[in-house]
Nanobody, 122 residues
């Protein structure tokens, strides 16, 4: 079964940094397909943050461009989100996402982690 487990969230001051990790398991195909990060604040819908496709190209939401960096270690099936110069409005539950197939006979679909909380506060 595909499983995504996020870690690295916490409480930081504005201007601080955090590095989120997402450990993926349950498929041998992660490196071939996109993985990314979404976030959801209370009362708001889940929003796109960053994604990296299977070829290593990345893209970012306008709100985080220049501050966040997505990377992945395919040997470890792990994707990271380096968050710098954090702002109060970055406070949210951050979810890891993978668009992948579980096995040769499976279809591609979205998988989600359980989320890790990031709180930016003075």
């Amino acid at each position: 079964q595909v499983q995504l487990v996020e870690s690295g969230g916490g409480l930081v001051q504005p201007g601080g940094s955090l590095r989120l990790s997402c450990a993926a398991s349950g498929s041998i195909f992660f490196s071939s397909y996109p993985m990314g990060w979404y976030r959801q604040a209370p009362g708001k819908r889940r929003e796109y943050v960053a994604v990296m496709n299977g070829g290593g190209s990345s893209s970012y939401a306008d709100a985080v461009k220049g501050r966040f960096t997505i990377s992945r270690d395919n040997a470890k099936n792990t994707v990271y989100l380096q968050m710098n110069n954090l702002k109060i409005e970055d406070t949210a539950l951050y979810y890891c996402n993978a668009y992948v197939k579980e096995s040769y006979g499976s279809s591609l679909r979205d998988y989600w982690g359980q989320g890790t909380q990031v709180t930016v506060s003075s």
